[in-house]
């Protein structure tokens, strides 16, 4: 057992390894050691800059954004 809620069970030991069996709550997140890492070197890419596609939909936004302020306060809206 590790904390209160993760299991970790020896399901079947053989010539090419060992092969694991984890229980865990469903608001715990489970991976292999290799997606771990990948997820870790994505999330830190997007902190550095989320990157031209997203700077164009914040544009948009930020148009749609003026267009219906400007709209509720009873301007015509471009």
């Known amino acids: 057992m590790i904390g209160d809620g993760v299991e970790v069970r020896v399901l079947r030991v053989g010539s090419h390894g060992v ?3 984890i229980t865990a709550p469903s608001n715990v997140a489970v991976h292999r050691r290799e997606v771990y890492e990948q997820i870790r ?3 830190r ?3 550095r800059g989320a990157g031209p596609a997203a700077s164009g ?3 948009q936004l930020r148009v749609y954004l003026m267009a ?3 709209a509720s306060k009873g301007e015509a809206a471009t």
């Open 19 to 21: 092969k694991l069996g």
């Open 68 to 70: 219906h302020t400007s």
């Open 41 to 43: 070197a994505e999330n």
């Open 57 to 59: 939909l914040a544009e």
């Open 45 to 47: 890419a997007a902190a």
